[in-house]
C-alpha cells in the first residue's frame, strides 16, 4: 500500500505543480477544527503527539482497522503544515516524539502555554464524481494544545465576583477543603473589606489561597482548581490581575456598602481583579482559541481518582460536569455566542486504559458515562453525534496470564514510571457504576504509572488503543 500511495502522491504533486486541478482541490478541501478538552494531566498532550504520529506514520506496521479511509485503501498520506495562527507556538510535536525516543523513554512535559498543530490529510474520496474531477482531496485537521489548569477557568466567564466567592466559600467550608482551609478563612473573617489594603498584603494573601490550591491538587488529588492561572500563571506571573482571593463573608455587607466601596478597600479591589482577570485574560483567551470549533474529544482520567479516593472521584465529576456546562452545547447563553454553535460530534474519552487489563475497558467505558450522565441529562445537544470510548494513546503494558489461587487471571506487565522497574501486576477491577464509599474501603485499586518498555522510533506508529475508533468517530464522515 505504501508504494500505491507514494505514486498517488507524486500524481498529485504534479498536478498541484501544473496548476491544473488546483481550484478543483481547492473547493472541495474540508477542514475540521478539533477541541482537545482536559483537565491537567487527562493525557492531552500524549494524545495529540500519538493522533498526529498515527496519522503520519499509517501503514507502518500497526493498521489503523476501524479507521475506514485506511481500511479502504483511500488513505494516501499526512503531513504536517504551516498552522493559521502565526503568533502562537508551533505543537512540539518533535519534542514529544524526541523524549519517547530517548534511551530511557519518558512521557512529554506537562504543558505550560498555549501551541497549535495543522495536518493536511490526503485520502482519494469514495464519491465518484470527486474521483473524477480530482481523484484526491485533502483534509486539514487544526488542533490546539494548552494546560488543563486553565480549563477550569471557564465557568468563572458565568460568574460575578460576588457569586465566584459564594460558590469558592461553599467549596472552602466542606470536606475535603475544609480541614486545609479554615486557617486561611479565619484570616479573612478577620479582615474589614471596606478598609483600604495595601498591594503587599493583597498578595501575601493570594499567596496563601495559590499554596491552597495547590495543596489541593497534589495532597488531595482535587480536580476543581479555581483561578486555574494562580498555579500556572504562565506570561501573567507576578501580576496584580493574579493577586485577588475571594471574599466569603459578603452577608456582612449592605448593597451600598458594597457599590460605595473606595477604590483601594480590599473588597474593590479584589472585585477590579477579579474582572479584570475574566474578562483581560480568561474571556480574551477562550475568544481566540476557542471558536470554531467543529469537533470535540473530552479526555477524562477516571483511574487516577479511583486510586486517590472518594473525594478525588467526586471532584473529577463535579470538574467535568461544570466544563460540559461551559460548552453549553445546546442551549442560548452567553457562553454561546463564544462556543459551541458548530460542534456536531463529540467524543469522551476515558484516558490510559493500558493501566487495566482489556477485560476493564468496558467498565472504563460505563464508569465514564455516568460520571457525564447527570451533566448530559441538563444540556441539550440538539443534532450532537456523541461516543464514549476507552483508550490509550500510548499503550506502555503487555497483557499476559498468570495463575493465582488455582485459576488463570489476567495481567499486565510494564515499566514503573517512578523506578524504571518492570513489573507484573493485576492492578483491579474497575467499577462500572459510580464508586459507593464501600467501593474504596474494599477495593484497593492499584494504580501504578507506566512509561513505555522501549525507546520509540519517530518514525514508528506509537502502539495505542482504540485510537483508530477515535480517527473513524471524529475524521471518518469528512474522509468519505
Ligand atoms: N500509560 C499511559 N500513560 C499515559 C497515557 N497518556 C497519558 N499518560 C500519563 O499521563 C501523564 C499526563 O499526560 P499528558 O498528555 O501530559 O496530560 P495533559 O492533559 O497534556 O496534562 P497538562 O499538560 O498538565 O494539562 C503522562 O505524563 C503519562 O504519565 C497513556 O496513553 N498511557
Ligand atoms: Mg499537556
Known amino acids: 500500500m505504501a508504494i500505491i500511495n507514494r505514486k498517488k502522491l507524486s500524481t498529485w504533486k504534479q498536478k498541484i505543480q501544473s ?69 502562537i507556538s508551533r505543537f512540539d510535536y518533535d519534542a514529544g516524539m524526541a523524549k519517547l525516543g530517548e534511551q530511557e523513554p519518558n512521557w512529554p512535559e506537562p504543558t505550560r502555554s498555549i501551541s497549535q498543530i495543522r495536518l493536511a490529510i490526503r485520502y482519494t474520496p469514495q464519491d465518484s464524481l470527486l474521483k473524477y474531477a480530482s481523484q484526491m482531496s485533502t483534509l486539514y485537521l487544526d488542533i490546539t494544545d494548552y494546560p488543563g489548569e486553565w480549563l477550569l477557568d471557564l465557568p468563572m466567564l458565568n460568574q460575578s465576583y460576588q457569586q465566584w466567592s459564594k460558590y469558592m466559600t461553599q467549596l472552602l467550608t466542606s470536606q475535603p477543603r475544609a480541614g486545609l482551609a479554615s486557617e486561611f478563612l479565619q484570616k479573612l473573617e478577620q479582615l474589614d473589606p471596606l478598609a483600604v489594603i495595601s498591594e503587599t498584603k493583597l498578595k501575601e494573601l493570594a499567596d496563601d489561597y495559590t499554596q491552597l490550591l495547590l495543596n489541593f491538587r497534589h495532597d488531595l488529588g482535587l480536580s476543581v482548581i479555581q483561578p486555574g492561572r494562580f498555579i500556572l500563571p504562565g506570561e501573567h506571573e507576578g501580576a496584580p490581575v493574579l493577586q485577588f482571593v475571594p471574599f466569603p463573608c459578603f452577608e456582612h455587607l449592605t448593597a451600598a456598602d458594597y457599590a460605595n466601596a473606595d477604590e483601594q478597600s480590599f473588597i474593590a479591589m479584589c472585585q477590579a481583579r477579579y474582572q479584570e482577570y475574566r474578562e483581560a485574560i480568561v474571556r480574551k483567551f477562550y475568544k481566540q482559541h476557542f471558536v470554531n470549533f467543529d469537533r470535540q474529544i473530552i479526555l477524562a482520567d477516571c483511574l487516577t ?78 443534532g450532537i453525534k456523541m461516543k464514549t470510548l476507552s483508550i490509550a494513546s500510548i499503550q506502555c503494558t503487555e497483557q499476559g496470564k498468570s495463575e493465582y489461587q488455582g485459576k488463570k487471571l489476567s495481567v499486565l506487565k510494564g515499566k514503573r514510571l517512578d523506578n524504571n522497574q518492570i513489573i507484573t501486576l493485576f492492578p483491579g477491577s474497575v467499577p462500572a457504576k459510580l464508586p459507593q464509599p464501600s467501593f474504596f474501603s474494599q477495593n484497593k485499586f492499584d494504580y501504578i504509572q507506566f512509561k513505555p518498555m522501549n525507546a520509540i522510533d519517530e518514525h514508528q506508529a506509537l502502539d495505542h488503543i482504540r485510537l483508530d475508533q477515535v480517527l473513524q468517530f471524529l475524521l471518518g464522515d469528512k474522509l468519505k
Open 19 to 87: 496548476g491544473a486541478g488546483d481550484l478543483l482541490n481547492r473547493s472541495l478541501d474540508q477542514h475540521v477544527n478539533l477541541a482537545v478538552t482536559g483537565l491537567s494531566q487527562s493525557g492531552k498532550t500524549a494524545f495529540i503527539t500519538s493522533l498526529v504520529n498515527q496519522l503520519i506514520n499509517e501503514g507502518h506496521g500497526k493498521p489503523l482497522s476501524f479507521f475506514n479511509a485506511v481500511h479502504e485503501g483511500r488513505y494516501i498520506a499526512a503531513k504536517r503544515v504551516p498552522q493559521p495562527n502565526l503568533q
Open 305 to 382: 481518582p479511583l486510586h486517590s479516593g472518594p473525594a478525588a472521584f467526586n471532584d473529577l465529576q463535579h470538574a467535568i460536569a461544570l466544563i460540559m456546562e461551559s460548552f453549553s452545547y445546546g442551549k442560548s447563553n452567553v457562553l454561546r455566542r463564544l462556543f459551541a454553535p458548530k460542534i456536531d460530534r463529540i467524543l469522551f474519552a476515558a484516558t490510559k486504559a493500558d493501566h487495566v487489563t482489556s477485560d476493564q475497558h468496558q467498565n472504563m467505558t460505563t464508569l465514564l458515562e455516568q460520571v457525564i450522565i447527570k451533566a448530559k441529562k441538563l444540556l441539550t445537544f440538539d
